[in-house]
């Protein structure tokens, strides 16, 4: 039985238990996983740090409500991120990091759509893929109750934080680490117009938002630490030179297009990649078109491969370009994920998101508009007819290019 708790300990919110699981309860939303602890240990609670002192006289302090010491975290964690494909991406390198440095490996849940992202990557273990009619109703309920069974003994790593991924936290057995999602942060950041809590969102992109959740604020890791990762066989990418051979000029730099996003406020009119497109010709650089879409005009057919791809050959595609051009979207981050630079139009939506491509050598195109931001992921009508991304001229994108390329 835990004992009484000193008068700081009864103020806090939800006073601490030990439960038998060994998982501390510090608030209505989160836990703390002890791991398995010798028997004999005795728990001290102060505020809101916790220490586990061992029978040998170590001690073991709980700072983070969900901060992990590799001596006494278990060795496996659920992970869920249910969608879209680009946030799903930025997951690969959190976990590949905190594999890297604690020995932890991990079960993946998310969207069947999404399973080839963590093919042969080191840090997961198997990935559970929900077709979108099991994530509705009685069952989804019965599907969640089955993980929560099969993995009681293992924390749950939230990277979604919404209702969905709630509903299989409300019923986990054991601890739950939830990512921070900066959500008042930003919409207070969009409603000033970049007035407040503009060096606080800078200071923490997705991944390290998602990280957020494992480490101490002030101890995440890099951007760069944490950049995603997909990992491909020798085969994917030989089988990308090939497809890709009869488009490449000798000596020439090779690009991939990428026209598409999940909103039309974000999106490219396709006259200006035409545009561009015509000026690559120009320049003597190959270009060839990735993505799922409105197929490109017949005239750019033999260098089209949209719509007619898988993910896997999309990601070996997209390795094998020299530079992707794209705008704020999946492939982005997919490009930084295969080490593929990637020249990034950005329209309504701004590096405070927390969206910015991480790769040393990426690039973003924007314009300087006071109406910036104006969404939090770039839906919505605009009564400028979305100038802050028609407004990018093809030639201005074509000299970034050349300059990535040089």
Same mark, same amino acid.
């Given at each position: ?60 302090? %709980? ?76 069952? %989804? ?34 601890? =739950? =680490? ?33 990280? =957020?959740?494992?480490?101490?604020? %002030? ?74 879409? %409105? ?112």
């Amino acid at each position: 039985m835990l004992p009484r708790l000193p008068a700081a300990g009864r103020a806090l919110p939800r006073a601490f238990r030990l439960l038998t699981r060994e998982v501390l309860k510090l608030t209505k939303k989160q836990y703390v996983f002890r791991g398995n602890l010798p028997t004999g240990q005795t728990l001290s609670a102060c505020g809101r740090s916790f220490e586990a002192v061992l029978p040998d006289g170590q001690f073991y302090r %709980q700072v983070s409500m969900a901060r992990y010491s590799s001596k006494i975290s278990n060795k496996h964690m659920v992970a869920v991120r249910f969608s879209s494909m680009g946030d799903v991406v930025l997951t690969t390198g959190v976990l590949l990091d905190w594999h890297e440095k604690h020995g932890t490996m991990f079960t993946v849940i998310t969207k069947e759509a999404f399973e080839p992202i963590f093919d042969h990557n080191p840090a997961v273990l198997n990935v559970i893929g929900f077709d979108e009619n099991d994530l509705h109703g009685q069952t %989804q309920a019965m599907n969640f109750r089955g993980l929560m069974e099969k993995y009681r003994d293992s924390p749950l790593l939230d990277l979604h934080r919404n209702l969905r991924s709630a509903m299989l936290a409300r019923i986990w057995r054991d601890a =739950i =680490i939830c990512y921070n999602k900066m959500s008042l942060a930003r919409r207070l950041f969009l409603w000033s117009k970049g007035r407040f809590f503009g060096e606080e969102l800078r200071r923490y992109n997705v991944p390290q938002r998602y990280a =957020i959740g494992l480490y101490d604020k %002030q101890d995440v890791p890099s951007a760069a630490e944490l950049r995603p990762r997909i990992f491909l066989t020798q085969d994917e990418n030989t089988r990308a030179e090939e497809l890709l051979a009869p488009l490449c000029a000798e000596g020439a730099p090779l690009v991939a297009l990428h026209p598409f996003a999940t909103h039309e406020a974000k999106t490219w009119p396709m006259d200006m990649w035409l545009r561009l497109a015509a000026l690559l010709r120009r320049e003597g650089i190959s270009y060839f078109w990735v993505g799922q879409g %409105q197929d490109v005009p017949e005239e750019e057919a033999p260098r089209s491969f949209v719509n007619k791809t898988g993910l896997r050959e999309l990601f070996a595609l997209t390795a094998a370009a020299d530079v992707l051009v794209t705008g704020d979207s999946g492939p982005m981050h997919i490009a930084t994920a295969v080490g593929t630079p990637a020249l990034a139009l950005f329209g309504p939506t701004c590096r405070e998101w927390g969206f910015f491509p991480s790769g040393e050598k990426d690039r973003v195109v924007q314009l300087d508009m006071p109406c910036r931001p104006c969404s939090l992921h770039g839906s919505g009508s605009c009564p400028r007819g979305n100038a802050c991304i028609t407004g990018i001229e093809p030639e201005r994108m074509l000299e970034e290019l050349k300059s990535m390329l040089a």
